[in-house]
Antibody, heavy 121, light 107 residues
């Protein structure tokens, strides 16, 4: 059974870059599936951020496209998220996810536990 | 982007009740709709995909229906483990968008 685990700083200063990594176990990401990031501000709803395929093809939500980069490292079986020029509005729990088998549009059938990132000076 | 609107925002119910949550899309999404359950401090869990397909391991008391712009999630007999927040999500458009959530509380 696949497991996803987020890691990264819990505090980021305004205008700096938020960097998170998702370690995948129980499945080789080079074998397939699409992988992504979703965030949830405290007490609020869910927002899809980005998706990547092991081939390197990427997809970004339009509202963050100018600030976000998703990347994949098949040798380490992990993928990462970078969000630059952060503000308090980027404070959220960030989840790494796997899309259900098929294409990049499919819903998310596996989730990490989530990691809270607070933008705070 | 396609907007998803859930109703109600909060629902108070008792164990054994039949519960229905609705989700409306701002434009047609065919059958490309999923439902998730989220408990406090936990990641969401996929319940239903493609409007009515039950994810493996999900109890049969959960069901989904609809097409186009109007969808429903039904819990046939609410169990103590079902008190949680439920989100719909469309995956027809480029930007996969979620509803704002429906919290199912104990009456």
């Amino acid at each position: 059974q696949v497991q996803l685990q987020e890691s990264g700083p819990g505090l980021v200063k305004p205008s700096e870059t938020l960097s998170l990594t998702c370690a995948v176990s129980g499945y080789s990401i080079s074998s397939g599936y699409y992988w992504g990031w979703i965030r949830q501000p405290p007490g609020k709803g869910l927002e899809w951020i980005a998706t990547i395929h092991h081939s390197g093809t990427t997809y970004y939500t339009r509202s963050l496209k100018n600030r976000v980069t998703i990347s994949i490292d098949t040798s380490k079986n992990q993928f990462s998220l970078n969000l630059n020029s952060v503000t308090a509005a980027d404070t959220a729990v960030y989840f790494c996810v796997r899309h259900k088998t098929g294409d990049e549009y499919n819903p998310f059938d596996s989730w990490g536990q989530g990691t809270l990132v607070t933008v705070f000076s | 982007d396609i907007q998803m609107t859930q109703s109600p925002s909060t629902l108070s119910a008792s164990v054994g009740d039949r519960v229905t949550i609705t989700c409306r899309a701002s434009q047609s999404i065919s059958s490309w709709l999923a439902w998730y359950q989220q408990k406090p401090g936990k990641a969401p869990k996929l319940l239903i995909y493609k409007t009515s397909s039950l994810e493996s391991g999900v109890p049969s008391r959960f069901s989904g229906s609809g097409s186009g712009t109007d969808f429903t999630l039904t819990i046939s007999s609410l169990q103590p483990d079902d008190f949680a927040t439920y989100y719909c999500q469309q995956y027809n458009g480029y930007s996969r968008t979620f509803g704002q959530g429906t919290k199912v509380e104990i009456k």
